[in-house]
Structures are given as structure tokens and as C-alpha cells.
């Protein structure tokens, strides 16, 4: 069954949109939910720190490598087809380990489902623009990243319980029927979109259209705020231990950070529907609010980790509906997969490149130097956007 195809005018109805606000529940959920919980295979192998980092790795390794090269298929053959197969990939996937009853494959596993989001992620988010016209982009991937953030949010303690009721297969099943059901309820109500023609394009026009302006300064800060909230998680709870609070403690800041970043991006992107912001005053005070959340992490004790986690939370929940609207705003209608694939590669940047930085500076110096340094060139970043005008 084939939904008949949105018109560019008008908004796609929002019952259209749900499967895609599922598929980008279904990432998050899928890249949390197993991420946090492999340590029940690693604990008990030689050198497991290693094989939990391998592990880590495959995932966003596959992502990296794959989402532009998804993203430019989805415009040749059409995202709705790239989304389905992504889905249907990643069901297989998940269902491969739980059927081979074998931990030694959850490498392939790992790596199967790491590919196929590659696929259905950047899919999700082009079909979000083509279904709603440029004024509504902004509530539209305002919703897609509360759903995502509550993938995100949901997945270490949905994960955990799973885990502890069947072990990873019981989470892998359920990431199989989740996936599965996704797919189908895509193929009833998500609306088949049609390739748009475009000119051939060579090497150099893809670096142009790569290192341009209006596509480098939301991708940059989108990076900037994934990189910020891989920090927050991971190293927000080593801070708090270090300042002697107890694991609920550091666990409701992180939870705190998530859920604030999930309740910011609706508003966020109805705002500048209103017209209330712009994709580059946003993204700048988003930008802004980031960095002094990383600025308040280095603050001791309980007081400096919840003003950390609430203002990274709201910086990055303004950041990332609007910067998806403004490259989706600036790119060319028949490559906005290829535009959305390449801007999640700068994410998944963002999201090892922060971490790394902060744990060399940590390394070396202190952990609040980390955070110190991680704020220092974010708020750079923000001055650097301001300068050469980013989108509006």
C-alpha cells in the first residue's frame, strides 16, 4: 500500500509524520538503549574495556561512513524506499543475533545495525522537509527531535530492564519487533515522495556545496551540540562522583539534561515559525547556552551539575530543530538527502570529537579543565557564527 504522494505547499497531515518521529525514536533507542547495556557481555572477557570500546565503535563507525552515502540514495531512488529498507535492515539485524543465540556474532549484529540506521536516519529527517513546507519546518523537526531525544532518553533504562529480565537477546528482540513495526506502519501512512530531477553533479560541485556557508555553520553547530550532550552524559557522573554524590543523584542530572533538551526543541521550532527567532539567532544563543552549561559543569557539587545539565539541555534543544531547518531551508530540494546525510556525519563527529577532547584535556590536566575547554570552543563557535552572519 502506497500513500499518495504531499504536494510542497502544503503540510503532510501529522498522523503522516508519526512512523518518521518513530524511525528517529527507533535510532536513539536502538543506539542508547544496547550501548548502555553491553556491559553485561563485555564484563567477563579479557582486556573488556576494549571490547566494549570496539563494540561502541562499530556503531558509530558504520554511521560515519554510511549516512552520506544513504543520504545521496534517498535522493536517487527516493527516501521512502531508503526508510523502509533501513527499518527492515535493522529488524533483520537484531532478530539475526536473537535467532543465532550466539554472543561471539554480536559484532555483526552490532555493525548490521549500525549500517541500516545509516539508512533510515537521514531517510527520516529528509522526508520530514519534503513533507512540510519551509514555514513549518521548524515545529516538524522540533517534534522529530523530542521523539529522538526521548529514544535517547528512554534507552539506557528501558535497555537496562530488558537486559536484566532475558539478557541482550530479549533487547535485541524487542529492537527487532520495534523496527519491524515501524516499517510497517511507514509503508501504510508515510507518503511515497518522488526523486526531483536534478543536473549531474561532479567532485567539485559536491566540495563546493559542502564547504559553502550556509551549510558548514548549522553543521558545525550541530556538532557543537552533540558533542555537548556526549559530554554531559558520560562525564557529568564522574564529576558528581568525584564531589561524592551517590549514583541517583548523578543519574537524575543526566536525566535532567535529556528531558530538558527533549521539552526545548518543540518550542524551539515553533518559535521561529512564529517568526519570534531566526535560524541564526537561535543557533546562536543555543550556541551560547551550551557553552555556559559546560562553563557551570566545572562549578563543584550538586548546585554546578544541575545548571550544567539544564543549560546544556536548553542550548542543544534550540540548536537542533534549527539547524536542521536552516539546511534544509538552504539546500537544493532534489539533494536534501545527500544535505542531511552529510550534516549527520558532522554530528557523529561532534559526538566522538567531544568526549575525546575533554577526556585529553583530562588526561593531562583535570576533568574541569575538560569541560573548560570544550565550553571555550563552543562559545567560539557561537562568536564565529555571529560573525559571518549564519543564516539569518
Same mark, same amino acid.
Given at each position: 500500500?502506497?500513500?499518495?504522494?504531499?504536494?510542497?505547499?502544503?503540510?503532510?497531515?501529522?498522523?503522516?509524520?508519526?512512523?518518521?518521529?518513530?524511525?528517529?525514536?527507533?535510532?536513539?533507542?536502538?543506539?542508547?538503549?544496547?550501548?548502555?547495556?553491553?556491559?553485561?557481555?563485555?564484563?567477563?572477557?579479557?582486556?573488556?574495556?576494549?571490547?566494549?570500546?570496539?563494540?561502541?565503535?562499530?556503531?558509530?563507525?558504520?554511521?560515519?561512513?554510511?549516512?552520506?552515502?544513504?543520504?545521496?540514495?534517498?535522493?536517487?531512488?527516493?527516501?521512502?524506499?531508503?526508510?523502509?529498507?533501513?527499518?527492515?535492515?535493522?529488524?533483520?539485524?537484531?532478530?539475526?543475533?536473537?535467532?543465532?543465540?550466539?554472543?561471539?556474532?554480536?559484532?555483526?549484529?552490532?555493525?548490521?545495525?549500525?549500517?541500516?540506521?545509516?539508512?533510515?536516519?537521514?531517510?527520516?529527517?529528509?522526508?520530514?522537509?519534503?513533507?512540510?513546507?519551509?514555514?513549518?519546518?521548524?515545529?516538524?523537526?522540533?517534534?522529530?527531535?523530542?521523539?529522538?531525544?526521548?529514544?535517547?532518553?528512554?534507552?539506557?533504562?528501558?535497555?537496562?530492564?530488558?537486559?536484566?529480565?532475558?539478557?541482550?537477546?530479549?533487547?535485541?528482540?524487542?529492537?527487532?519487533?520495534?523496527?519491524?513495526?515501524?516499517?510497517?506502519?511507514?509503508?501504510?501512512?508515510?507518503?511515497?515522495?518522488?526523486?526531483?530531477?536534478?543536473?549531474?553533479?561532479?567532485?567539485?560541485?559536491?566540495?563546493?556545496?559542502?564547504?559553502?556557508?550556509?551549510?558548514?555553520?548549522?553543521?558545525?553547530?550541530?556538532?557543537?551540540?552533540?558533542?555537548?550532550?556526549?559530554?554531559?552524559?558520560?562525564?557529568?557522573?564522574?564529576?558528581?562522583?568525584?564531589?561524592?554524590?551517590?549514583?541517583?543523584?548523578?543519574?537524575?542530572?543526566?536525566?535532567?539534561?535529556?528531558?530538558?533538551?527533549?521539552?526545548?526543541?518543540?518550542?524551539?521550532?515553533?518559535?521561529?515559525?512564529?517568526?519570534?527567532?531566526?535560524?541564526?539567532?537561535?543557533?546562536?544563543?543555543?550556541?551560547?547556552?551550551?557553552?555556559?552549561?559546560?562553563?557551570?559543569?566545572?562549578?563543584?557539587?550538586?548546585?554546578?551539575?544541575?545548571?550544567?545539565? $539544564?543549560?546544556? =539541555?536548553?542550548?542543544? *534543544? @534550540?540548536?537542533?530543530?534549527? /539547524? #536542521?531547518? &536552516? %539546511? !534544509? +531551508?538552504?539546500?537544493?530540494?532534489?539533494?536534501?538527502?545527500?544535505?542531511?546525510?552529510?550534516?549527520?556525519?558532522?554530528?557523529?563527529?561532534?559526538?566522538?570529537?567531544?568526549?575525546? $577532547?575533554?577526556? =585529553?584535556?583530562?588526561? *593531562? @590536566?583535570?576533568?574541569?579543565? /575538560? #569541560?573548560? &575547554? %570544550? !565550553? +571555550?570552543?563552543?562559545?567560539?563557535?557561537?562568536?564565529?557564527?555571529?560573525?559571518?552572519?549564519?543564516?539569518?
Amino acid at each position: 500500500m502506497t500513500a499518495p504522494a504531499a504536494t510542497s505547499s502544503d503540510a503532510a497531515p501529522r498522523w503522516r509524520m508519526w512512523p518518521l518521529y518513530a524511525a528517529g525514536f527507533t535510532t536513539a533507542f536502538g543506539a542508547h538503549g544496547i550501548a548502555a547495556n553491553l556491559g553485561s557481555y563485555t564484563a567477563g572477557h579479557h582486556q573488556s574495556l576494549l571490547v566494549l570500546g570496539g563494540l561502541l565503535a562499530l556503531y558509530d563507525g558504520a554511521e560515519v561512513l554510511l549516512k552520506p552515502v544513504f543520504g545521496a540514495l534517498a535522493d536517487r531512488i527516493g527516501a521512502r524506499v531508503v526508510l523502509l529498507g533501513g527499518l527492515v535492515a535493522f529488524a533483520l539485524a537484531s532478530l539475526g543475533f536473537v535467532l543465532a543465540n550466539d554472543t561471539g556474532l554480536l559484532w555483526v549484529a552490532r555493525l548490521g545495525q549500525g549500517a541500516a540506521a545509516s539508512a533510515f536516519s537521514p531517510a527520516a529527517s529528509a522526508l520530514v522537509a519534503r513533507l512540510n513546507p519551509q514555514a513549518k519546518h521548524g515545529r516538524a523537526f522540533g517534534s522529530y527531535g523530542f521523539y529522538k531525544s526521548l529514544g535517547y532518553t528512554a534507552g539506557p533504562l528501558l535497555g537496562g530492564v530488558l537486559v536484566w529480565a532475558g539478557g541482550l537477546p530479549v533487547l535485541f528482540a524487542v529492537m527487532a519487533a520495534l523496527a519491524a513495526a515501524v516499517a510497517v506502519w511507514a509503508v501504510v501512512a508515510v507518503p511515497s515522495v518522488a526523486p526531483l530531477p536534478k543536473r549531474r553533479q561532479t567532485v567539485l560541485d559536491l566540495a563546493r556545496a559542502l564547504t559553502r556557508g550556509d551549510f558548514l555553520r548549522p553543521t558545525v553547530a550541530l556538532a557543537c551540540a552533540t558533542a555537548a550532550l556526549s559530554v554531559g552524559v558520560g562525564f557529568l557522573p564522574v564529576s558528581g562522583a568525584a564531589a561524592h554524590l551517590g549514583p541517583v543523584a548523578t543519574g537524575a542530572a543526566v536525566s535532567v539534561l535529556a528531558l530538558c533538551a527533549a521539552i526545548v526543541q518543540p518550542r524551539a521550532g515553533r518559535a521561529l515559525d512564529a517568526g519570534r527567532i531566526t535560524t541564526g539567532s537561535g543557533i546562536r544563543v543555543g550556541l551560547l547556552l551550551t557553552a555556559a552549561g559546560l562553563a557551570a559543569a566545572m562549578l563543584p557539587g550538586i548546585a554546578g551539575m544541575l545548571i550544567a545539565a $539544564l543549560t546544556i =539541555g536548553a542550548g542543544t *534543544g @534550540v540548536i537542533t530543530p534549527l /539547524g #536542521f531547518a &536552516a %539546511l !534544509a +531551508a538552504s539546500a537544493e530540494p532534489e539533494r536534501l538527502g545527500q544535505t542531511m546525510g552529510a550534516a549527520e556525519l558532522g554530528r557523529e563527529l561532534g559526538d566522538a570529537g567531544g568526549p575525546l $577532547l575533554v577526556a =585529553g584535556v583530562a588526561a *593531562g @590536566v583535570t576533568l574541569t579543565a /575538560g #569541560f573548560g &575547554a %570544550l !565550553a +571555550a570552543l563552543i562559545g567560539a563557535a557561537a562568536f564565529a557564527v555571529q560573525r559571518r552572519g549564519a543564516t539569518g
